[in-house]
């Protein structure tokens, strides 16, 4: 089912592309243990089953996660209504509304799909912004949702744990201890845990550079269906201002879901390389939305 959101096909090729080199990457490294003598099947079928629980789930998982509880519209009239509107918009299902009790400004879009998704915002975010940013960015996370990366993302996310799995069963079960050729040799163990530090290094680098395009995409599809790009970047600009001045524990316990959330909550002072960042650089997206206001001839 189409909706009114701007088609991305650079987006669609990725996915794509990223779900493809993911599964030939572990078709490899399950074929090096199975020929280093693992029993990689015992370890696949452990390895599927928490991918489904984690594919069937990922909704409440991110919510409990995040702190996150749904809200109906009694509750939360004004969001509600928001993402009403946007949704008669976009010509697309609406999710499930959420907020978190988090003072980190922030929200974000999670579910298998769009009828099981869930758009979540923080307290932190709806204390900051004004209607309109705030919109803007609630049409950045249904974006998302009417592309279909936030289930492509979860699996991607997910897959990089596979490799730390299969290492550990592998070496719980002996198999590290013994030798490549039976008597000398580099140690089974040692090479199974090289290959799995190549294999986690790529599916990082990876999803990295998905997760960095399918955030400048979908500021393009949310300023694009609202038509006001400038409230959005001057949510961006608001959000990543605040985010100094939120505390230390507060960011780094928010860190681990960087990948997706709207804006990266980074701990203060600490910096990555755009190589390993979840997100493009805060120039890259207001440079964007400059172009696509300029493009529409308003702000």
């Known amino acids: 089912m189409k909706t009114r959101f701007a088609p991305d096909s650079g987006l669609t090729r990725r996915m794509v592309a990223t779900m493809f080199l993911l599964g030939l990457l572990y078709v490899v490294f399950v074929g090096v243990l199975i020929s280093l003598g693992a029993q990689a099947v015992t370890v696949l079928v452990i390895a599927g089953a928490l991918l489904f629980a984690q594919y069937f789930l990922s909704d409440r998982i991110a919510l409990f996660a995040m702190h996150g509880r749904e809200v109906s519209p009694q509750e939360a009239p004004e969001l509600h209504g928001m993402i009403d ?3 008669a918009m976009a010509d697309m299902p609406k999710p499930k509304v959420a907020i ?3 003072d980190v400004p922030n929200a974000f879009a999670t579910g298998r799909n769009r009828k099981k998704a869930v758009v979540c915002v923080t307290t932190g975010i709806l204390r900051r912004l004004e209607p309109r940013e705030l919109e803007g960015v609630l049409a950045h996370e249904l974006s998302h949702v009417a592309h279909r990366d936030v289930a492509v993302m979860t699996i991607a996310s997910f897959l990089g744990i596979v490799a730390g799995l299969m290492t550990r069963f592998a070496l719980y079960t002996g ?10 040799g580099l140690p089974i163990g040692l090479i199974i845990m090289l290959v799995s530090v190549v294999v986690y290094a790529i599916s990082f680098l990876l999803t990295r550079a998905l997760s960095r395009y399918r955030e400048l995409s979908a500021d393009r599809a949310g300023a694009l269906l609202t038509q006001q790009p400038s409230a959005l970047s001057s949510a961006l600009v608001k959000i990543s201002g605040d985010m100094a001045r939120i505390p230390t524990r ?5 860190e681990p879901f960087n990948a997706f959330y709207f804006a990266p ?4 002072g600490e910096t990555l390389a755009n190589l390993f960042s ?3 650089p ?4 207001l440079e964007q939305l400059a172009k696509i206001s300029n493009q529409l001839g308003r702000g």
Do not use: M
């Not at 198999?175 to 000398?184: D, H, I, P, V």
């Not at 805060?282 to 997206?285: K, S």
């Open 278 to 280: 979840t997100h493009p």
């Open 250 to 254: 507060d960011l780094r316990e928010a």
């Open 85 to 87: 509107r946007l949704c």
């Open 282 to 285: 805060l120039e890259r997206r």
């Open 100 to 102: 978190a009790q988090s």
């Open 175 to 184: 198999l590290g201890n013994r030798r490549g050729n039976g008597q000398g």
């Open 265 to 268: 909550a980074l701990a203060k």
